[in-house]
């Protein structure tokens, strides 16, 4: 039932955070509510990262990573504000700027578990430079890329994973650019884990993003998202729905040629695991170096820079 109107036409003060103390019950329920900061998402009613910052606080907890060993990195968009909502260490960086950044906490310090968030123009616009070199040294760290295929924060401009043809409230005239294809582009930089999943199927979301951050080296989940404000035409959770597919079960994540014959079909976006390799990473390279050169590792040792990490909470 509604609730009555209050003599000044409002609805009355107690009826209007119904759905925030659902979300809110819900999150307490789960348990999750310690990895979720204070700070209420500020994202539109439907957004897709809902399902998200839920898939990685769910991801924080069932891997049991304490409060302060975790990192979340970000640049700048609507998907970018991540940190804010998550109970970790954060940081809001520059445009296009998250993998940088990132890969400076990781680098120094390796006990840290660090994920970074963007969205796709966020990470293939501005920041696209920076994608293929952090593939390539495989650092040990998660990159959550949300594409809605759009630019949210700015109000609907196409971005660099826009559908030839797509109109948008800014481009009312077509997109005349071919879209990127985000997961060949990550399998040809040399990303040592591919996957992709789905906002609209959140127990999926969920176990790409433990999987993901599971993985030794630099992980990158793809996660397709709607923006239910600013794209009413195309990557709709209505088209998603019957354009999504499992990989076929005989897919080999150790196939890199299958991986990519796969990502050739981004018209049908196949979920799950692409491809995923075990190699030395960045950290272990530097490790290297530092002997080779006659220095000791012994204070990039993940006990001693927790032991770091703790005096320095405390002074
Ligand atoms: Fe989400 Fe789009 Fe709203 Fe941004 S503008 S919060 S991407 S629905
Ligand atoms: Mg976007």
Avoid at 13 to 42: C, F, H, M, N, W
Avoid at 219 to 227: F, G, N, R, T, V
Avoid at 243 to 253: F, K, Y
């Amino acid at each position: 039932m509604n609730a009555p109107l209050s003599p000044t036409g409002r609805l009355p003060r107690t009826a209007q955070p119904v759905y925030l103390d659902d979300k809110l019950r819900q999150i307490e329920e789960s348990g999750r509510l310690g990895y979720r900061s204070k700070t209420l998402p500020t994202w539109c009613p439907g957004c897709g990262y809902f399902a998200i910052v839920d898939g990685l606080t769910s991801a924080l907890r069932q891997l049991d990573i304490p409060n302060e060993d975790a990192v979340v990195v970000s640049g700048i968009g609507c998907s970018s504000r991540f940190p804010f909502f998550v109970n970790t260490y954060g940081m809001h960086t520059l445009h296009g700027r998250a993998l940088p950044c990132a890969t400076g906490v990781k680098t120094a310090n390796e006990a840290l578990t660090v994920v970074a968030v963007g969205g796709d123009g966020d990470g293939f616009a501005i920041g696209g430079g920076h994608v293929p070199h952090a593939a390539r040294r495989n650092v040990d760290i998660t990159y959550l890329l949300l594409d809605n295929a759009i630019y949210g924060l700015t109000k609907g401009q196409t971005s660099p994973t826009s559908a030839l043809g797509f109109k948008t409230p800014t481009s009312p005239y077509e997109n005349a650019d071919q879209p990127l294809n985000p997961l060949l582009m990550l399998l040809s930089y040399g990303a040592s884990w591919v996957g992709q999943t789905y906002a609209g199927r959140p127990d999926h979301l969920k176990r790409m993003i433990v999987e993901a951050m599971q993985h030794r080296g630099f992980s990158y989940l793809h996660i397709l998202s709607p923006c239910v404000t600013f794209d009413k035409t195309d990557r709709t959770y209505q088209n998603l729905d019957l354009q999504v597919r499992e990989l076929p079960a005989s897919h080999d994540p150790s196939d890199k040629l299958a991986a990519m014959r796969e990502a050739l079909r981004p018209d049908h976006p196949a979920l799950g695991v692409f491809y995923s390799e075990q190699r030395h990473t960045l950290g272990d390279a530097l490790d290297g170096l530092v002997e080779k050169a006659g220095g000791s590792n012994a204070a990039r040792e993940p006990a001693a820079l927790k032991q770091a990490g703790k005096k320095a909470r405390r002074r």
